[in-house]
Every structure is written in structure tokens, then in C-alpha cells.
């Protein structure tokens, strides 16, 4: 199954800044897909990152505040901008596999 | 939006006993999917059952799937302290995306 390195995997950031989280997959996949888990909670999809194209987002999340970028088969990134507290969570990228889906393994961001 | 329902939320037992968790969905699929977590951290895929199967084993682990009821289990056979983690159910429609239940936090005792 593919390999996901997913950084940072944690990181505490002021209200106000933004953080980037970078995906890189060991094989070149089509599609791409950004989740986020809030306390607690289960996961929400996010969008979905195709290479060369604009992200497709799930209904509640907006492109100015989660930008993603695909500039490849094998690499994303997401944004979570202007940030406040309520955006602490862990945020997970994911890629499809045939028996099912690779994970990274999360960035756990907390915000003060 | 969530489309499945896991229960328990929570579930303890001691080890060697068996626990089973069950995931309910709203929509057709075209497979249901299992997934750990631990501690907040990345999830790993279990099993994968399709819309046309009803069970499957996968060493202790053996999954049920009720179309008719839109259901499934997951059952972990002589549980270990090792298998304390969150559970998750997840269903893949048409679209390749990937709906999550709500999850279901098992601790094995030791």
C-alpha cells in the first residue's frame, strides 16, 4: 500500500497566522483527499485535491480558508488560514487505494 | 455529513474477551470500510467489504455487512491490551469518497 509522509505532525499556532501541512505520497496517485477531525469527533472531508486542477470542497469548507495545492501526482498541501481557536484539530491527508484508504499519519494543530 | 452510526461509543472489556462494535449507514453503497486510530494519530485500513459480500475474516477480526439493514459489524476475537484504539466505519458511495462514522473508543484491559 502506498506511503503517505505528512508534516508537521504537530504544531501550535497564534490566532490570527496560517499553517501549511504538506502530503507526499511514495507513488503518483490521481486524487488526493484532505480530511479534518475535531476533538473528539470523527472525520470530515474536506476537499478533494486533483493534480491540475482546483480542489473540490464539501459543503461548509471554503478555498480562502483551507487553499490546497497540488502541483503533482505524488504532492499536496493544505492551508488553514487566518486561524483561531476553533481550528484546532488534526487534519489528515488520504489517497486511495483498490482494498482501501492510505492515510498520513496527521498534524495535530492546536491554536492560542 | 456523517453517514454512519457506530455503537457503543465506547466499549470496555478485558483481555481475551471478544468486542463488537456495529456501524449503521443511510445510503446505498458500493463498499464499507474499517479503520483504527490510535491515540489521535494516523488510521490504519482493517478490512474492506464490498456491497455483494456479507462476511469476512481477516485474522481476529471478522466483519458482517446487512445491506437490507444497512448495517455492519466488526467483531475483534480474544482481544488484546494492544487493540485499545478509536474505530471507525467508513462507507464509499459512488462518488469515492469516503464517509465516516462516528466511531467507536475500545480499551482492553490487561
Known amino acids: 500500500s502506498a506511503v503517505i509522509s505528512q508534516k508537521p505532525s504537530r504544531d501550535i499556532c497564534q490566532r490570527g497566522t496560517s499553517l501549511t501541512i504538506q502530503c507526499q505520497v511514495d507513488?503518483?496517485?490521481?486524487?488526493m483527499f484532505w480530511y479534518r477531525q475535531q476533538p473528539g469527533q470523527s472525520l470530515t472531508l474536506i476537499a478533494t485535491a486533483n493534480q491540475g486542477s482546483e480542489a473540490t470542497y464539501e459543503s461548509g469548507f471554503v478555498i480562502d480558508k483551507f487553499p490546497i495545492s497540488r502541483p503533482n501526482l505524488t504532492f499536496s498541501t493544505l492551508t488553514v488560514s487566518n486561524l483561531s481557536p476553533e481550528d484546532s484539530s488534526i487534519y489528515l491527508c488520504?489517497?486511495?487505494?483498490?482494498?482501501?484508504?492510505?492515510f498520513g499519519s496527521g498534524t495535530r494543530l492546536t491554536v492560542v | 455529513s456523517q453517514q454512519g452510526e457506530e455503537d457503543p461509543q465506547a466499549l470496555s472489556i478485558q483481555e481475551g474477551e471478544n468486542a463488537t462494535m456495529n456501524c449503521s449507514y443511510k445510503t446505498s453503497i458500493n463498499n464499507l470500510q474499517w479503520y483504527r486510530q490510535n491515540s489521535g494519530r494516523g488510521l490504519v485500513h482493517l478490512i474492506l467489504i464490498r456491497s455483494n459480500e456479507r462476511e469476512k475474516h481477516s485474522g481476529r477480526l471478522r466483519v458482517t455487512l446487512d445491506t437490507s439493514k444497512k448495517s455492519s459489524s466488526l467483531l475483534i476475537t480474544a482481544s488484546r491490551a494492544a487493540d485499545t484504539a478509536s474505530y471507525f466505519c467508513?462507507?464509499?458511495?459512488?462518488?469515492?469518497?469516503?464517509?465516516f462514522g462516528k466511531g467507536t473508543k475500545l480499551t482492553v484491559n490487561p
Open positions: 507513488s503518483q496517485v490521481t486524487m
Open positions: 467508513a462507507t464509499e458511495g459512488g462518488s469515492e469518497k469516503l464517509v
Open positions: 488520504s489517497v486511495d487505494r483498490v482494498y482501501g484508504y492510505t
